[in-house]
C-alpha cells in the first residue's frame, strides 16, 4: 500500500540559510499535518492543511511557512535556521473525517 | 490546553516480564493512540482506541481505554528484547484534529 513519502530524508544546512521539506500525502487522503520532533523528545504539531486551506496552527516559528498544493502535497519552509531547528520533521496525512493518521518516514534536519 | 502524561518515562525490564505503561489526558477524547518509534525512525501505529472500555491487543502487547478516568494503558506481557523502543500515546480531540503526544517511554528489555 501507498505510504506518506517525504524528501529529502536528510538535509544539513548552516545558520541563516532556508530550507524546504516536502510531503506527498497517501492518495485521496485530504489532511496533511506536519509535526517536529527534537532530540529526546515527543512529536510537536506545527500545522496542519485541509483542502488546501490552513485547518490548525501550533507551535510554528514566523519563520516557518508552509501550504497544501493542487495535487495535495504540502511544503514547509523554513528560513533563517538556527541550531535549535535541528529535529526530525514528521508529515502525516488522514482523510479528515477518518481517526488515523499515517506518518511519513521524516526529514531529519540539521543545522550547523 | 490538552496535556498528555506518560509514565514511567523510563523503563527497563527483563526478558520474560510483565509491565504496564499507563498514558493520562487531562480533557475529554474517545481517540487515544499508540506509537512505537525506533530510534531515529518513524512513527509506527499500535493501536487506535476509539471508545470507552476499547482493548486491543497484537501479539505481546495490550492496549485499553478509560475515558471516564481519562486513561490508557499499554500492557506488556512475557516481553522479549525485540520490544525494545520508545512508546508514545497520543491524543486527538476531534476527528481530523491535531495529535497531542506523550512525553513518552523508553522501554528496555534485557536478556
Known amino acids: 500500500a501507498a505510504g506518506v513519502i517525504q524528501s529529502p530524508r536528510h538535509l544539513i544546512k548552516e545558520k541563516r540559510e532556508t530550507a524546504t521539506l516536502k510531503c506527498y500525502p497517501i492518495p485521496r487522503h485530504d489532511t496533511v499535518y506536519w509535526y517536529q520532533q527534537g532530540p529526546g523528545q515527543d512529536p510537536q504539531f506545527l500545522i496542519s492543511?485541509?483542502?488546501?486551506?490552513?485547518?490548525d496552527k501550533g507551535s510554528i516559528p514566523d519563520r516557518f511557512s508552509a501550504q497544501q498544493f493542487s495535487d495535495y502535497h504540502s511544503e514547509l519552509n523554513m528560513s533563517s535556521l538556527e541550531l535549535g531547528d535541528s529535529a526530525l520533521y514528521f508529515c502525516a496525512s488522514s482523510f479528515l473525517a477518518g481517526y488515523e493518521q499515517y506518518f511519513g518516514p521524516g526529514t531529519r534536519l540539521t543545522v550547523t | 490546553e490538552l496535556k498528555v502524561e506518560q509514565n514511567p518515562l523510563f523503563l527497563s525490564m527483563q526478558e520474560g516480564k510483565n509491565y504496564t505503561i499507563y498514558c493520562n489526558y487531562s480533557t475529554t477524547s474517545d481517540r487515544l493512540y499508540w506509537y512505537r518509534q525506533d530510534p531515529g525512525k518513524s512513527l509506527e501505529s499500535l493501536f487506535v482506541?476509539?471508545?470507552?472500555?476499547a482493548v486491543k491487543q497484537e501479539g505481546r502487547l495490550m492496549a485499553s481505554l478509560d475515558t471516564k478516568a481519562r486513561l490508557s494503558t499499554l500492557h506488556i506481557t512475557a516481553a522479549v528484547h525485540d520490544l525494545s523502543a520508545t512508546y508514545f500515546c497520543a491524543v486527538g480531540e476531534t476527528s481530523g484534529s491535531r495529535l497531542t503526544f506523550g512525553e513518552g517511554t523508553q522501554l528496555t528489555v534485557n536478556p
Open positions: 492543511f485541509y483542502e488546501k486551506m490552513q485547518s
Open positions: 482506541l476509539l471508545s470507552n472500555g
